[in-house]
């Protein structure tokens, strides 16, 4: 009789732990604010597995043989791409090599090309600072997540509508906040060309970067520098701007070379921040970023 009620028990056990068991579909995304975007779309709908860590470099970060098993076996992989993944490059082609269902967030956007360094006439992946062009990526993860087994279509479009209201409004709000800045005060210097979407969108000049290219990777050499501090004491710049996921020693360096009073404020570009950071989700970092950026500049 014991031995029956301890059977039962061990079967009972077995059966609320494959109960409790998560048989959503998964979800893999390359970049953290790509995840939290992917995650206010999915709700519920899906597990989310982010591999790119809060405060980390997307140009350089890498994953380990268990995350590039995950998304080997991802029922969606979802990526930047437009070369920004530069350490991931090999494991998202793989694993679309194999079979798995992609979506590529670069190919549902208006491109830009980088307009000069290093990088002039390729593709710049920064299309995130421009949020219209969110828009777009959020009616292509909606669309792509429709297409996974097992969703609540009904819910997933209802989540996406939700989100695209926020993102919009965002857009109105970064609108607002950049039009108290002087045409002749709207130029942007940061670590490296991140800024050409934003650009375009509120009407900024991008009058220079420290790194002349499109990745965190390079390394400005004297001459780069001495040339961006001439472009500085041209325009009158008032401050430049480091990022968050990047030392800004080279930034302290360029506003020193420039020999004018010129300030150093950090932003959050490439990367969300861990909670208490400061930029958690993509829209508080759009916000916060405008704020600063309106408030450096006027």
Request: some cysteine; glycine content about 10%; aromatic content about 4%.
């Amino acid at each position: 009789m014991r031995a029956l009620l301890a059977v039962g028990l061990v079967v009972a056990g077995l059966t609320a732990c494959a109960a409790d068991a998560d048989d959503r579909p998964v979800v893999v995304v390359s970049t953290n604010i790509l995840g939290d975007v992917v995650e206010q779309v999915a709700g519920d709908e899906a597990e989310v597995v982010t591999l790119m860590k809060p405060d980390a470099d997307p140009h350089s970060f890498e994953v380990s043989a268990r995350e590039a098993g995950r998304m080997r076996g991802a029922d969606l992989l979802v990526s930047n791409g437009l070369g920004l993944e530069e350490g991931l490059q090999q494991h998202l082609d793989a694993a679309a090599d194999e079979g798995v269902t992609t979506f590529v967030a670069g190919d549902v956007v208006d491109v830009l090309d980088y307009a000069d360094g290093d990088a002039a006439g390729t593709p710049d992946p920064h299309f995130w600072t421009d949020p219209a062009r969110m828009v777009d990526v959020v009616e292509g993860l909606e669309a792509a997540l429709l297409g996974i087994d097992g969703v609540d279509a009904e819910a997933v479009r209802e989540q996406a509508g939700a989100y695209l209201e926020q993102v919009r409004a965002v857009d109105d709000e970064l609108t607002a906040a950049f039009a108290a800045i002087p045409d002749e005060q709207r130029a942007l210097v940061t670590n490296h060309h991140v800024f050409g979407y934003l650009a375009e969108r509120y009407d900024f000049e991008v009058v220079g970067a420290v790194v002349p290219g499109g990745t965190t990777l390079a390394a400005p050499s004297a001459s780069d520098l001495a040339s961006l501090a001439e472009a500085i004491r041209e325009t009158g710049v008032r401050a430049v701007f480091a990022e968050s996921s990047s030392r800004d020693r080279l930034v302290q360096a360029l506003a020193e070379e420039s020999g004018l009073e010129v300030d150093v404020l950090e932003l959050y570009t490439e990367s969300l921040t861990a909670p208490g950071g400061g930029a958690e989700d993509y829209l508080t970092m759009m916000r916060v970023n405008a704020e600063r950026i309106a408030t450096g500049l006027s």
